[in-house]
């Protein structure tokens, strides 16, 4: 007889990276990815390196005006990128 456990296939994938320790750098790298999608393209022409050390997005800005306001708008970007990528990632954000 056949076994029919049967599993959807993206439920079997998130458990496959969780067991070998994959998913949370995924998720970091979406959420990276994302930075371009949620500040847009204005933002992004200021924007140089970006990283995740724990927990907290680190994030070049080349204009100090612009990082001052990107500043302000610290918690409103925390939601709206941990919310691109589903998960709670990230809970701080610093601008340099």
Known sequence: ????????????LNLCLRRNGLET???????????????GPGVVAYTGEKFIKNQTLMVKIKNP??????????????????GEVGSMIITDIKFY
């Open 25 to 39: 750098p995924l998720l970091q790298h979406r959420l990276v990815n994302a930075w371009d999608r949620v500040v």
């Open 65 to 82: 005006a612009l990082r001052q306001d990107l500043s302000m708008m610290k918690q409103r970007l925390i939601t709206r990128l941990n």
């Open 1 to 12: 007889m056949f076994r029919r456990d049967v599993q959807n296939l993206a439920d079997v």
